[in-house]
């Protein structure tokens, strides 16, 4: 994709990292800031950030919530080094989505 070669800024890889530590708030958060939702690094983030924090609250009283969790911490970690993750699944569905 063209837009995964434009520029990544330290202020991208922070908000892609705070997606998923602080997920399902900040992603939300992202996406009523207009000048961060159209950032392509962000936003290749931030839906699926959205997604396991969603699967995270939901699986909450099980350890599988908690395992969920500790993946999003790698992948906050990802993020900040500035790479593109895939999620299995979860990657394919947001870009099918248009997400």
């Known amino acids: 994709m063209s837009d995964f070669n434009s520029e990544i800024t330290s202020d991208d890889k922070l908000w892609a990292a705070l997606a998923y530590v602080f997920s399902p708030l900040v992603p939300i958060i992202l996406m009523l800031m207009e000048d961060k939702k159209s950032r392509p690094f962000i936003k290749a983030h931030n839906a699926q950030a959205l997604i396991l924090g969603i699967i995270t609250i939901l699986t909450s009283g099980f350890c599988v919530g908690l395992l969920v969790w500790v993946y999003q911490l790698y992948?906050?970690?990802?993020?900040?080094?500035?790479?593109?993750?895939n999620v299995p699944v979860i990657s394919d569905f947001v870009k099918n989505q248009g997400w």
């Open 75 to 85: 992948l906050a970690y990802k993020a900040y080094q500035g790479e593109y993750v």
